[in-house]
T-cell receptor, first 114, second 115 residues
Framework: GESVGLHLPTLSVQEGDNSIINCAYSNSASDYFIWYKQESGKGPQFIIDIRSNMDKRQGQRVTVLLNKTVKHLSLQIAATQPGDSAVYFCAENLSSGSARQLTFGSGTQLTVLP | GAVVSQHPSWVICKSGTSVKIECRSLDFQATTMFWYRQFPKQSLMLMATSNEGSKATYEQGVEKDKFLINHASLTLSTLTVTSAHPEDSSFYIC???????????FGDGTRLSIL
């Protein structure tokens, strides 16, 4: 079946640097994408989302880029802080029926070094 | 806004017992709730989709008689793991949405350990 995948399972960055987390998706019919942050022992926390009619969306210190041509999604975190250390998941959603189910990628462990 | 509460956060019980996990949307009405399972260092795997007032839709390979889901109101869904065994030990997470074209909001999960 089709799935969402990540290029790198782990990423270490220096505090203050920018982080880029990448995600590849295979279902060209997906029309909604979300990035979640999951800290140890907690549930995923919504960070930012983007719909397929957009190629870029910015939030507070975060930017999501969507390249539908190559089915690639990225999350950019500016001025990475220790509190950003967590596992980041991308998720894709295919609008079908009334239930918006998400397919999660395998996750990237981001570690912020002091 | 969009707070989802899950209870209990941690439970340990003997093999053969049943465990009920509650998922509540505190400040919104959830048209749909989802139940996930997550093993250590792995991603979230969808178990079932729950719509208020109707039967849950289970993913392939998930036993509906093993994992009973009840969505009695727009703010509460429960997952009951019946006759739990050690292989059922996992992190169970629920999420809720207000409607289509909205992100899922997650609870903080329930760590289930079966001895």
């Amino acid at each position: 079946g089709e799935s969402v995948g990540l290029h790198l399972p782990t990423l270490s960055v220096q505090e203050g640097d920018n982080s880029i987390i990448n995600c590849a998706y295979s279902n060209s019919a997906s029309d909604y994408f979300i990035w979640y942050k999951q800290e140890s022992g907690k549930g995923p926390q919504f960070i930012i989302d983007i719909r397929s009619n957009m190629d870029k969306r910015q939030g507070q210190r975060v930017t999501v880029l969507l390249n539908k041509t190559v089915k690639h999604l990225s999350l950019q975190i500016a001025a990475t802080q220790p509190g950003d250390s967590a596992v980041y998941f991308c998720a894709e959603n295919l609008s079908s029926g009334s239930a918006r189910q998400l397919t999660f990628g395998s996750g990237t462990q981001l570690t912020v070094l002091p | 806004g969009a707070v989802v509460s899950q209870h209990p956060s941690w439970v340990i019980c003997k093999s053969g017992t049943s465990v009920k996990i509650e998922c509540r949307s505190l400040d919104f009405q959830a048209t749909t709730m989802f139940w996930y399972r997550q093993f250590p260092k792995q991603s979230l795997m969808l178990m079932a989709t729950s719509n208020e007032g109707s039967k849950a839709t289970y993913e392939q390979g998930v036993e509906k008689d093993k994992f009973l889901i009840n969505h009695a109101s727009l703010t509460l869904s429960t997952l009951t793991v019946t006759s739990a065994h050690p292989e059922d030990s996992s992190f169970y997470i629920c999420s809720a949405v207000t409607g289509n074209n909205q992100p899922q909001h997650f609870g903080d999960g329930t760590r289930l350990s079966i001895l």
